[in-house]
């Protein structure tokens, strides 16, 4: 165990650890609660908060799995005989939808990756949305989304909204997006969950995960 960290935060930052090398996302603080039989979301914020003054976290406020690994400790998990050495990167399902996207509700499909193409906590979702070559993208082209990059003006980020999850772009003036299927510009009411770092057009690396 680590000195700096008592035995409960140790487990926790293990955890997050784990999971972002597993899964290339980190946990939810609902996850977090589940997973060390905490009452609620809220129970997680003491630990994180004391890994964020240590340094071995740190938190992006009104970001959905805004937790960003600091150390570079980390061990590295062994490869299986045989495994590819490209980074599997969940598909969370399609855009534009009429849920929240997210981990908790897996697809079974991952993209295999060159891990140089992402800064390593990365998710992929699929495009089901016409007229989108200004922007490079076509219908039916997966975009990659990171967590850990700034939104700039004129980016991309797929954002979760009241009713649904989608395609966005970042506007001029602090805090504005507009959505890209309807051009509707919204300053409120949405959640990023990533900005899109890459998109693919090739299907050749999808594969499906097997299940027991």
Known sequence: MNRELTEKQNSIYEFIVDRVQRHCIPPTLTEIADAFGLSSASGVADHLNALERKGFIRRRPGMSRGIELMRTRHRRLPVEAGASPALRVPVLGSIPARKRLSLARPTGQHLLLDRRVTPGAAMAVRVEIENLDKHGILDGDYLILAQNTASRPGSLAVAHLSNGTTLVEVLTGG????????????RDGYE?????????????????????
């Open 192 to 212: 990023v969950l990533g900005n899109v770092v890459a998109v693919l057009r090739s299907m050749n690396g999808i594969e499906e995960e097997t299940r027991q």
């Open 175 to 186: 805090g504005r997006v507009r959505r890209v299927d309807t051009h509707t510009e919204m």
